[in-house]
């Protein structure tokens, strides 16, 4: 069974704090990594997506990944109110097939 | 540029009953994906549909049936209904085999 793993949570930081979650997947031929943003009730939101180990910055977000490790990671600097819902991590398990496995979500609370 | 579109948002059936689910992809995708999302968990993949074909299939029982028209629009329809079909149906557009999805707003299934 091909899996993605998240802590469910809830993570909560203080308003400017980082906001770090953290992900791990059990598929060796998982070529890309998705992040996405759910506010509850609403539908996932993509926020960054990663291909090769290392880092990948956008903005306030940076996304990490460690494919010797399976792992993937999200940082979120300056955190806000705002980005206060779940997080999902996904893998694509086939290159260019666009079939995501998607992790429960982290649930994440920045509070004021 | 309007987004994924999904109908209807919200619909409530009885066990047993069947349900049609419709989704318009975003403006340029032409490929279709359909997931499930139960509370509290990541969205689970159903189904795949690139040229009026299904490309790929989840772990989903034959009760879950799906159609791509020529202008890539889309259907779920689910027969058969049980209690345990009760959750968030998401349909996601992309284009051009990048893994990046485009989520609708859900249709929200309620199975009594």
């Known amino acids: 069974q091909k899996e993605v793993e998240q802590n469910s949570g809830p993570l909560s930081v203080p308003e400017g704090a980082i906001a770090s979650l953290n992900c791990t997947y059990s598929?060796?031929?998982?070529?890309?990594f998705f992040w996405y943003r759910q506010y509850s009730g609403k539908s996932p939101e993509l926020i960054m997506f990663?291909?090769?180990?290392g880092d990948k910055e956008d903005g306030r977000f940076t996304a990490q990944l460690n494919k010797a490790s399976q792992y993937v990671s999200l940082l979120i600097r300056d955190s806000q109110p705002s980005d206060s819902a779940t997080y999902l991590c996904?893998?694509?398990?086939?290159?260019?097939?666009?079939?995501?496995?998607f992790g429960k979500g982290t649930k994440l609370t920045v509070n004021p | 540029d309007a987004g994924v579109t999904q109908s209807p948002t919200h619909l409530i059936k009885t066990r047993g009953q069947q349900v049609t689910l419709r989704c318009s992809p975003k403006?340029?995708?032409?490929?279709v994906s359909w997931y499930q999302q139960a509370l509290g968990q990541g969205p689970q993949f159903i189904f795949q549909?690139?040229?009026?074909?299904?490309?790929q299939r989840g772990n989903f029982p034959d009760r879950f049936s799906g159609h791509q028209f020529p202008n890539y629009s889309s259907e779920l329809n689910v027969n058969a209904l049980l209690l345990g079909d009760s959750a968030l149906y998401l349909c996601?557009?992309?284009?051009?085999?990048?893994?990046?999805?485009?989520f609708g707003e859900g249709s929200r299934l309620t199975v009594l």
């Open positions: 996601a557009s992309s284009w051009g085999g990048t893994g990046e999805l485009f």
């Open positions: 598929d060796r031929g998982s070529q890309s």
């Open positions: 990663i291909y090769s180990n």
């Open positions: 996904a893998g694509c398990t086939q290159g260019g097939s666009e079939k995501l496995v």
């Open positions: 403006s340029g995708h032409d490929t």
């Open positions: 549909y690139y040229e009026e074909e299904e490309r």
